[in-house]
């Protein structure tokens, strides 16, 4: 709650993408009662595929510095229990980031090398089934190796955290640094984020529903051949619900692993002798080493991938 005004920043930016999500579904649904569903069908696929690619486009230079900046203002608060007074969140927090990764395409690669790293780590090295034990499920193990990775979101976020707080100038190291810290405590912060990542889809099926109702009330009493309108009402509301997740629940997760992560980082040194290991069965790790000798080779500069 002490990044209400960074909260209330989050939430206008996804309003905004939901905004424009609801303008194209009604075009598409006014397309379809004018044109036939047929009409409809294949706009909504073209718009799919450059919406594709427009979202990656928000994701690297919004969403990366948005969700890097409440990072950076949670990890603040943790390390020294307070922001600093009379700042602008926004503006500290984009600050912040920027000192810290120069620019976004570096922390949009520090990311995916993240991500990369976790993935091979629970796929190889660690029993997964172990850690979330689940009775009866053995037979069901690649629905909760699914689960797991999609729960990875929320530790990489952590690991950006960690390179906030070492203040290592050379990001690819810290983040090497972090990934070791998981490493030696990964079974707490695993079940953290499964546990949360679960949570997470009882909470867009329970906010979905919640939004189908008003829509569903609205697609009753339209007439038989606005078809393709109802269901753009029914995809309005499931995108309503997963936005709220990505408002609400998002940030409560991020920061309840940020937390796990960081006392378990506090009472673990990273051991080097985990570098071997993680060597061999991901191409992402070595290539954030390789990354980490070359800012340090190159006198703490950056380097375009």
Request: net charge positive.
């Amino acid at each position: 709650m002490r990044t209400s005004a960074y909260l209330f920043y989050r939430a206008m930016v996804y309003g905004v993408i939901v905004a424009v999500v609801a303008v194209f579904l009604g075009f598409l649904a006014l397309i379809g009662s004018v044109f036939g569903g047929g009409a409809a069908a294949v706009l909504f696929f073209l718009l799919l595929l450059g919406g594709g690619f427009g979202f990656r486009f928000i994701r690297e230079y919004v969403l990366y510095l948005l969700q890097a900046g409440h990072i950076a203002l949670i990890t603040e608060i943790v390390e020294n229990g307070a922001l600093p007074q009379g700042i602008s969140q926004t503006a500290w927090a984009k600050e912040r980031v920027m000192s810290c990764f120069r620019e976004v395409s570096v922390l949009a690669l520090v990311d995916q090398l993240v991500k990369g790293v976790l993935v091979s780590l629970n796929r190889t090295l660690f029993n997964i089934m172990q850690a979330v034990p689940i009775p009866a499920l053995e037979g069901l193990a690649s629905v909760v190796q699914r689960i797991v990775t999609f729960s990875l979101t929320y530790i990489d976020e952590s690991v950006i955290a960690w390179t906030f707080r070492t203040k290592n100038p050379n990001v690819f190291d810290a983040a090497k640094s972090g990934i070791l810290i998981y490493c030696q405590s990964w079974k707490p912060l695993l079940k953290n984020a499964v546990a949360l990542t679960l949570l997470s889809y009882l909470f867009v099926i329970l906010t979905t529903i919640v939004f189908m109702v008003p829509f569903g009330a609205i697609a009753f009493v339209l007439p038989q051949s606005w078809a393709f309108g109802k269901f753009a009402l029914f995809m309005l509301a499931l995108f309503l619900g997963i936005s709220a997740k990505w408002v609400l629940f998002d940030p409560i997760a991020c920061t309840s692993t940020m937390l796990t992560f960081l006392d378990e980082a506090g009472r673990t040194a990273p051991d080097s002798v985990w570098e071997s290991r993680i060597e061999a069965v991901s191409a992402e790790f070595r290539t954030l080493k390789a990354r980490a000798s070359e800012m340090v080779r190159g006198g703490g500069g950056l380097t375009q991938s």
